[in-house]
């Protein structure tokens, strides 16, 4: 594992010289629009295991993606290998189809410390809600960015992240009322508290989320990439392409239903993705939105 094969895959030629916000912006960046938010091994019949080297062969040398677990764990490996104070944090994501947040800690996060100031790095949520800057740890206050306004709220020790989005202009009506759209202009994305974790805290997790009956990412096969100006994502048989503030205040949202051989053809075309086991796409209705 090094650093220069990580850079490679990521397309970053920046200075590493800094452990600066501008520096880890720019490398965080490059990392989401390189790297998938994807479960597609559950559905190729692989195993995804939390071994940093596994991780590492995984993204950097077999050109995948992965979940929380595997994408900001190989950030934390790179931002601690250039410097930057860093640690892992533990969260418990949103559940909005039953309105309350999952009983089991299964999101993990990246906190980062720079001069003082603490910031949250999140690569491994995906679709509308992956943050595209890392995001100052501070309780009410507003912070802009492309994908819409994040926020984090703080009570008693739990930090709350929330996110507020544009209105949707969505050509293809035939998706109007699709569940994967989100119907709320604000919507609560996680709650974490500052307790350190280590990878070891994920792994009853880990086997959980993919062996589970109840789990949404044995319920649905998704791969989500963020672009220049938007994201794209493949849930199931459907691919959506979404361009952020396409119009004032309006996100354009397109969606297009995939048959046969196209889904593996969209896999490589727009997510640079070359599965080495056939994809068995999966989408059970109500359980996803972006």
Not at 29 to 38: D, G, K, L, M, Y
Not at 155 to 183: C, G, T, V
Not at 187 to 206: A, G, H, S
Not at 270 to 287: A, E, H, Q, S, Y
Request: overall charge neutral; charged content about 25%.
């Amino acid at each position: 594992m090094n650093l220069e094969e990580y850079f490679a895959r990521t397309g970053y030629k920046g200075s590493l010289e800094k452990q600066d916000l501008e520096t880890l912006t720019d490398i965080f960046q490059h990392h989401i629009r390189a790297v998938p938010f994807e479960n597609l091994s559950i559905h190729c019949g692989e195993k995804i295991t939390l071994e940093l080297e596994h991780v590492y062969n995984k993204i950097v040398r077999r050109k995948r993606g992965g979940w929380c677990m595997e994408n900001n764990q190989l950030l934390g490996w790179v931002l601690k290998h250039l410097g930057y104070d860093t640690s892992f944090l533990g969260a418990y994501v949103f559940d909005p189809h039953q309105n309350t947040y999952a009983t089991l800690m299964t999101h993990l996060l990246v906190k980062v410390v720079i001069d003082g100031k603490a910031y949250i790095v999140d690569g491994g949520f995906g679709v509308s809600y992956q943050m595209w800057q890392p995001m100052e740890l501070v309780s009410g206050k507003d912070q802009p960015q492309a994908p819409g306004v994040f926020r984090f709220t703080e009570k008693n020790a739990i930090w709350h992240l929330e996110k507020m989005r544009r209105k949707q202009y969505i050509p293809n009506q035939n998706f109007s009322n699709s569940d994967l759209l989100e119907k709320k202009d604000c919507r609560k994305v996680y709650m974490f508290n500052l307790e350190p974790r280590t990878v070891e805290d994920f792994r009853f997790q880990c086997t959980y989320l993919q062996t589970s009956s109840d789990s949404l990412f044995m319920k649905k096969s998704i791969c989500t990439l963020q672009t220049t100006d938007g994201f794209r994502a493949l849930i199931g048989w459907t691919l959506t392409e979404t361009t952020y503030n396409y119009k004032e205040n309006m996100d354009l949202v397109e969606f297009v239903t995939l048959e046969g051989e196209e889904v593996e053809k969209t896999l490589k075309e727009k997510f640079n993705i070359t599965l080495d086991r056939k994809l068995v796409p999966v989408n059970v209705k109500g359980f996803y939105t972006i």
